[in-house]
C-alpha cells in the first residue's frame, strides 16, 4: 500500500516549456487535490475532483489545467511554465474526512 | 467563507519545555479542524483531528489540541518537546458539508526545539 504517490519528485523548467505532474493513489478515494507550497503563504489549493472524470477549480488556478480520467490517478498541468510557478507541489487524496498527502514535487522555472 | 490564523510563525522552545501552537479560525458555519506536521523536504502528515464530540482531541507524538467555540480556537499542545518535533505545523479547516472536503490552511508556525 504505498498511498499517495507523485511523479516526478524534482523538475526544472525554462519559461514557456510544458509538463505534466502526476499524482496517484491506491486508497480507492473519491476525492483528490492539488495544492502549491511557498514560504510563508501555507497550502494553497490549486484544483480538486470529487471523482473520476470530474475537476474543479481552487483558490490559485490561473495557469494550471487537471485531468482525472481514472479514478486512481489525478494529473497537474503547466501548458506554458512562469517563474511564478517555481513552488513545491503537493497532491492529496481524501475519504472525505481526512486527506493524505504525497511527497511532493520541487518545481524550479527558470 | 472560512478563515484560519497561526498567530505565530516561528517558536522556538528549549527540549523538554511545553509548547503552544495557537489556531484561530473564522467560519460562520460547522467546522472540522486539523493539525498538520510538515518535517524537512517531508509531506504533511495528520497530527489529529476534531470532527464532533469531545473537544480535546489526542494525536500522534504526544500533542492533543482542544476546540474552543466560543474563542473559535484550536490550540496545538504538548507538555515536553523533543529535538524531534522540529517541524512546520499547519492548522486547517473544513466545512466539508458544503466544500467537498476542501481544507483551508493557516500559514504554518515553525518549532524550533533546541537542546
Known amino acids: 500500500n504505498a498511498g499517495v504517490t507523485q511523479t516526478p519528485k524534482f523538475r526544472v523548467l525554462k519559461t514557456g516549456q510544458s509538463m505534466t505532474l502526476l499524482c496517484a493513489q491506491d486508497m480507492n478515494h473519491e476525492y483528490m487535490y492539488w495544492y502549491r507550497q511557498d514560504p510563508g503563504m501555507g497550502l494553497r489549493l490549486i484544483h480538486y475532483s470529487v471523482g473520476e472524470g470530474t475537476t474543479a477549480k481552487g483558490e490559485v488556478p490561473d495557469g494550471y489545467n487537471v485531468s482525472r480520467l481514472k479514478k486512481q490517478n489525478f494529473l497537474l498541468g503547466l501548458e506554458s511554465a512562469a517563474p511564478s510557478q517555481t513552488s513545491v507541489y503537493f497532491c492529496a487524496s481524501s475519504n472525505f474526512y481526512e486527506q493524505y498527502f504525497g511527497p511532493g514535487t520541487r518545481l524550479t522555472v527558470t | 467563507a472560512q478563515s484560519v490564523t497561526q498567530l505565530d510563525s516561528q517558536v522556538p522552545v528549549f527540549e523538554e519545555a511545553p509548547v503552544e501552537l495557537r489556531c484561530n479560525y473564522s467560519?460562520?458555519?460547522?467546522?472540522?479542524l486539523f493539525w498538520y506536521v510538515q518535517y524537512p523536504n517531508q509531506g504533511l502528515q495528520l497530527l489529529l483531528k476534531y470532527l464532533s464530540g469531545s473537544t480535546l482531541v489526542k494525536g500522534i507524538n504526544g500533542f492533543e489540541a482542544e476546540f474552543n467555540k466560543s474563542q473559535t480556537s484550536f490550540h496545538l499542545r504538548k507538555p515536553s518537546v523533543h529535538i524531534s518535533d522540529t517541524a512546520e505545523y499547519f492548522c486547517a479547516v473544513s466545512d466539508f458539508g458544503g466544500s467537498q472536503g476542501n481544507l483551508i490552511f493557516g500559514k504554518g508556525t515553525k518549532l524550533s526545539v533546541k537542546p
Open positions: 467560519s460562520s458555519v460547522s467546522v472540522y
